[in-house]
């Protein structure tokens, strides 16, 4: 008798699950605390998206990246953003080449750094806006075009990017069109107490913790084929799309705080970045469908980025989390029950 698509996404999960414990090990070991940081980022990969870190130097952002990339055999490249890094020294540029034994010369493509399957974008927001934008076409279309030309990028391509805070001397705010293609922003915090003796004792020894490959390319593309093929209800979705529109300062579902300090609402992406995740919450919790309790666990991540502040919000020490928290704590599940 034939399993019926849940049936069969089930008993892949476990496949899932394993996978997805492995490699969280393996980056556990160099990588203390921020447990939450490291599920946004394993989301991401598993979704197919992109990921944004935000937080002060030296709180780990590049090393919990660079760990990643040792626990997955992929082919790996770092772009450190500086104010004269240039377009073409990310994308490539076409250069002439000339053949020594007939002297014949012809224009070929030298690829840049983005053309590998894992891209870390160091410090992202210390480049030009111009620069900057130099990465959309990379991630949105999974492409670059360079002399009239588009070049594919090999799968799977996972853009990891950190940024400094926006407050720091030396940085530049990243286009809202180039937020909207992270699926994920994630927060990096400061360590704990218990934390730092942790990291100091790993760090300050003899011994350094080895990281083994426990991924490649072939399991990564298939576990993120099954993540598209988990099931999510009509009222699931709708539920996720309500959260969306809740950010629309004019919309019916705006709350009070929507209403008083948001200038621009969450893109349609954001609803896709929502149920994606959501898809890998439930497979990691080995179910087949998606819950509201899913789309609730990863609002944050998936909006945070995705809304602006208008100029009240700023003077008042408002954060897009303070207005999402709202969103969340007041939306019915229910469409047209209560009010937000």
């Not at 598209?228 to 019916?252: F, K, M, N, W």
């Not at 992406?269 to 469908?289: E, F, I, P, W």
């Not at 809304?307 to 969340?328: C, H, K, R, S, Y």
Request: aromatic share 6%; hydrophobic share 40%; glycine share 6%.
């Amino acid at each position: 008798m034939a399993l019926s698509d849940d049936q069969q996404v089930l008993e892949q999960a476990s496949r899932f699950v394993q996978a997805y414990q492995a490699v969280r090990e393996q980056v556990k070991k160099v990588i203390v605390g921020h447990d939450e940081i490291v599920d946004g980022v394993l989301t991401s990969l598993f979704v197919g998206g992109h990921v944004l870190l935000e937080g002060v130097p030296g709180l780990g952002k590049t090393l919990l990246i660079r760990s990643l990339s040792q626990a997955l055999s992929l082919k790996f490249a770092r772009i450190q953003f500086t104010p004269d890094l240039m377009p073409a020294d990310i994308t490539g540029t076409t250069i002439v080449n000339e053949d020594p034994a007939t002297g014949k010369r012809e224009f070929r493509f030298q690829p840049g750094p983005i053309f590998a399957q894992m891209v870390l974008a160091d410090e992202v927001n210390r480049a030009t806006p111009k620069t900057q934008s130099a990465m959309l076409e990379a991630m949105q279309e999974k492409s670059v075009t360079v002399a009239g030309v588009t070049h594919h990028m090999p799968k799977p391509f996972f853009v990891m990017a950190t940024q400094n805070p926006i407050e720091q001397e030396g940085t530049y705010p990243l286009p809202e069109a180039q937020l909207d293609r992270f699926l994920f922003k994630l927060m990096v915090g400061y360590s704990s107490r218990e934390d730092l003796h942790e990291i100091i004792n790993r760090t300050t020894m003899a011994t350094e913790p080895t990281i083994d490959a426990v991924l490649d390319e072939k399991t990564i593309i298939e576990h993120q084929k099954l993540v598209r093929r988990v099931i999510i209800a009509p009222h699931v979705q709708d539920y996720a799309i309500r959260c969306v529109l809740a950010t629309h300062s004019e919309g019916e579902h705006a709350t009070k705080l929507t209403k008083q300090f948001i200038r621009f609402g969450a893109s349609p992406r954001a609803a896709q970045s929502l149920v994606l995740g959501g898809k890998v919450r439930a497979l990691m919790d080995s179910r087949a469908h998606v819950s509201i309790d899913d789309i609730k666990s990863v609002v944050l991540p998936a909006l945070r980025h995705r809304i602006l502040l208008n100029f009240e919000g700023q003077a008042e020490g408002v954060t897009p989390d303070m207005v999402l928290n709202d969103i969340v704590d007041t939306m019915p599940v229910e469409a047209g029950v209560g009010s937000v």
